[in-house]
């Protein structure tokens, strides 16, 4: 891999540091001839997200997420099957959600 085709589109930045404002987004991505998805926890803005998503698919570089607990995550633009990005406004339930 040359380091043109490594360049990457992320999804942390000023809005999603420690000190930001920004919840927590829950994102699924779906890659190609993967049975199971990754699942991340980022802070930041869902819009944040969505544009690093675009700008990867658009220009064809790798997707590179900054998990809110270290881990990063780096996916080829055309490996991209799906991106779910969950608002940390949705309210996930425990037990059975009563």
Same mark, same amino acid.
């Given at each position: 891999?040359?380091?043109?085709?490594?360049?990457?589109?992320?999804?942390?930045?000023?809005?999603?540091?420690?000190?930001?404002? =920004?919840?927590? +987004? !829950?994102?699924?991505?779906?890659? @190609?001839?993967?049975? /199971?998805? #990754?699942? *991340?926890?980022?802070?930041?803005?869902? =819009?944040?997200? +969505? !544009?690093?998503?675009?700008?990867? @698919?658009?220009?064809? /570089?790798? #997707?590179? *997420?900054?998990?809110?607990?270290?881990?990063?995550?780096? +996916?080829?633009?055309?490996?991209?099957?799906?991106?779910?990005?969950?608002?940390?406004?949705?309210?996930?339930?425990?037990?059975?959600?009563?």
């Amino acid at each position: 891999m040359t380091q043109d085709s490594a360049a990457s589109t992320t999804a942390s930045g000023p809005d999603s540091g420690p000190n930001s404002k =920004a919840g927590r +987004v !829950k994102v699924s991505v779906g890659v @190609v001839f993967s049975a /199971k998805e #990754l699942e *991340l926890e980022i802070e930041g803005e869902p =819009a944040s997200i +969505v !544009k690093a998503v675009q700008a990867a @698919v658009a220009d064809g /570089k790798a #997707l590179v *997420l900054h998990d809110a607990k270290g881990k990063l995550v780096v +996916v080829p633009a055309d490996k991209l099957c799906y991106v779910e990005v969950h608002s940390s406004d949705s309210q996930g339930s425990i037990g059975f959600g009563f």
